[in-house]
């Protein structure tokens, strides 16, 4: 992978941000004029002024960068050290131009202090994933570099009001080593990757279970996203392809799980009825 950019200005943040040159799917994106669109809309309807944000696998900062123009304080996660520096540059224009605030941290959220081998997809440079043995068969052309891992409860202190975790199946382990931060944190809005076939340290019935422990209502980040059990979300999962098969869940606790809107709560509930 190489850590040359080229710049450009997304109609969504309204500022200049640094995309990764060679990148097959979030550098085009962006310079499209957004990423992520679902995803951004139901963080940012979430969010307000002064609110505390965990980005955990920032990559190159668009959550974040989004989030300080929201106001908020951000506190993000990206291992990777070429991709942490360009997250870096790209918050500090959202920082100019905004009144929120982020700490990048370069390491990789896991459930203990170590290191740990990333392998880096040559054409997807958003999937970056930590690998223990071999890599796996969809990877083998990826390079290899070693990183840090830490506990988000060692870097941060206080309560967070919203936490987006896409770490290509390190999830589980992100979530064990942030347990003293979800307790501090009784209202939570969540996006998260739920990837089975890359999910690393549980089954993917035991992370879905264990946020429902924590309290959070689930579903799919959509347009309109409506409630989901733990049983429907990995029966629609498993009827998707393995290696390309995951989807982004929406989670909230303490805090309204609708808030894209009065249409889009109908349209969920109509998908709800239709769909699977």
């Known amino acids: ?139 083998r052309a990826a390079r290899e570099l070693e990183i840090e891992l830490a506990p988000v409860d060692e870097l941060v202190e206080g309560a967070f009001d919203f936490a987006k975790i896409d770490t290509q199946g390190s999830e589980w382990l992100a979530l064990q080593g942030m347990r003293a931060t979800l307790a501090r944190s009784p209202r939570m809005a969540l996006l998260m990757e739920f990837w089975p076939y890359a999910l690393r340290g549980a089954k993917p019935e035991q992370l879905l279970q264990f946020l429902v422990e924590q309290g959070f209502t689930l579903g799919k ?16 999962v498993s009827r998707r392809d393995a290696v390309k098969g995951g989807i982004d869940l929406w989670g909230t606790r303490g805090a309204p799980f609708h808030v894209l809107g009065l249409k889009a709560r109908l349209h969920g509930l109509v998908r709800s009825l239709k769909e699977d």
């Open 221 to 236: 980040a959509t347009e309109a996203p409506f409630p989901m059990n733990a049983e429907r979300i990995l029966a629609q």
């Open 1 to 139: 992978m190489s850590a040359t950019t080229r710049t450009v200005r997304p109609q969504r943040l309204g500022i200049d941000f640094e995309v990764l040159a060679g990148d097959a799917i979030i550098g085009p994106a962006i310079e499209r004029g957004s990423w992520a669109d679902h995803e951004t809309d139901l963080m940012l309807a979430h969010l307000r002024p002064g609110m505390r944000v965990l980005d955990l696998g920032a990559n190159i900062g668009w959550f974040s960068a989004a989030a300080v123009l929201a106001g908020c304080e951000v506190h993000a996660f990206e291992p990777v050290p070429d991709i942490a520096e360009v997250c870096e540059r790209n918050v500090a224009r959202a920082m100019a131009a905004g009144k929120g605030r982020c700490s990048v941290h370069r390491v990789a959220a896991g459930s203990a202090r170590g290191k740990a081998r990333i392998a880096l997809d040559p054409r997807n440079f958003g999937d970056n994933r930590v690998i223990e043995g071999a890599a796996p068969a969809d990877m």
